[in-house]
């Protein structure tokens, strides 16, 4: 996996709509999420309530290691 920056992102992003490439979409999307946005006025989980306090990924897997060791 490697890393660029979010100027280089939008480079390619504009070069492949210029060029009418499949990736452009990708692209566009991976800027969106880098940015921190989304295409929504408003995600699902504001939707039912459940903007804050969402568990992440490192707490989902700690906490299924704990059930298995109590098993």
């Known amino acids: 996996m490697s890393t660029i920056s979010l100027d280089k992102l939008k480079q390619l992003e ?6 009418g490439s ?3 979409g ?3 999307l991976r800027r969106i999420w880098t940015e921190g946005g989304t295409l929504y006025e408003q995600r699902d989980n504001q939707l039912i309530g459940m903007e804050h306090g969402m568990e992440t990924l490192e ?13």
């Open 59 to 71: 707490d989902a897997v700690k906490r299924a290691i704990e059930v298995q060791r109590t098993r």
């Open 22 to 24: 499949p990736q452009a």
């Open 14 to 19: 504009s070069r492949a709509y210029e060029q």
């Open 26 to 28: 990708v692209l566009t």
